[in-house]
């Protein structure tokens, strides 16, 4: 950890230099989007003095020249999660729509009535919602699988939920809220043995921990750039191609047709088929600049400092009297959720807040899972590699605060 550059690449990150409320920022806000470093800003900016124009469907040079930038990033999208192939990289506005496109494609290809989909008490609503609606539409079974007090998701009941009727599995890499990072290694071996395809919602998991497709052998893999230092509005799915050639499109428009007449319309190669419309450009040129950027310190090296700030969190904030983790899985991603006391976390976000310090307060787009845990809410910090353990003990002395402001 002591030879993690953190100063130089604090630098990087012009937003991180500025005061709030006349104190020097600290953003714990990282789950719900991650800040720029200069690169990122910097390729947007070329990208508009430079490059800027509709792409694939122009002969002239700028066209031409922003295609060829738009397809490289593809090619290094591939690279950073090892897909076998580009047309396995499907460019989007986020891990939302990714999620909503499959559970749209899929479902119409594959589920009939009586068939069930899987997903975990501890999704975030947009790996949640879209299959439950899919499953009332297409009069299928919609199955949530469980957790235990620690909040690790109850793999064996999981397990038990598979039968022959299982038509897939949608379920997190890493919880937004309580930080835990699923066994999904094993849940996909688990679920290919019995035939079923598993999803994986990577919108917490790809800015933390190096992710290679191929080697976890997952069929979906969705996440969102700008929880990744990317820009907003642009994502990626990532699906394995047999899968994807079999799905219809999601959306119908320009570019993701071959031929179109009167009668019918045949639809273009992968992964154009699901990319209808002008794509998000500066978008992507952001999202190959971010990546290079975190090529460039290691995502081993980010999981191994992340999980020190994680540690440190822990053992401080775990000392703080009356405070309640919520989420105290064995593996979990750089992410802490609490509770102190009675205070509600609105209120003790507010004034964390007014220190100062970012954080998030609310049901994190997770109302079933709030639900069953029985609480309003919690408070959230979440760590990017930008952080430091100085921060977190500022985190401790404004929890020390709100404790005393209530007492
Ligand atoms: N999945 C998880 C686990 C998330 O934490 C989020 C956002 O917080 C999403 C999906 C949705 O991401 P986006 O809003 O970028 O589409």
Known sequence: MSNFPVDKIRSDFPIL????????????????????PRQVIDAIRHYYEYDNCNIHRGVHYLSVKATEAYEEVRRDVREFVN??????????KGATESLNLVACSFGRRYVQPGDEVITTIMEHHSNF???????????????VAGINAAGELDVDGLKAQVNEKTRLIALTHVSNVLGTINPIREIIAFAHAHNVPVLIDGAQGVSHLPVDVQELDCDFYCFSGHKMYAPMGIGVLYGKEALLE?????????????????????????????EAGTPNVEGVMGLGAAIRYLKNIGMENIAAYEA???????????????IRMIGTA??????????????????AGTIIDKLGIA???????????????????TVRASFAFYNTEAEIDQLVAAILRVKKMFE
């Open 308 to 322: 020190d700030l994680l540690k440190y969190a822990t053992v401080k904030m775990s000392e703080i009297e009356g």
């Open 359 to 377: 954080v998030r307060t609310g049901h994190h787009c997770a109302m079933p899972l709030i639900e069953l845990l029985q609480i309003p809410g």
């Open 17 to 36: 230099a500025q005061q709030v409320y006349k104190r020097p920022l600290i953003y714990f806000d990282n789950a719900a989007s991650t800040q720029k």
């Open 246 to 274: 079999e799905l219809p499109p999601y959306q119908m428009g320009g570019e993701m047709i071959k031929d179109v007449f009167v009668d019918h319309t045949t639809f273009n190669e992968l992964p154009f088929k699901f």
């Open 83 to 92: 897909a076998k192939s580009t047309r396995e990289i499907i460019f989007t």
């Open 129 to 143: 919602v879209p299959w439950q609606q899919m499953c009332f539409e297409r009069g299928a079974k919609f199955r």
């Open 330 to 347: 064995k593996h979990k991603a750089s992410l802490v959720s609490f509770l102190l006391g009675k205070i509600h976390p609105y209120d």
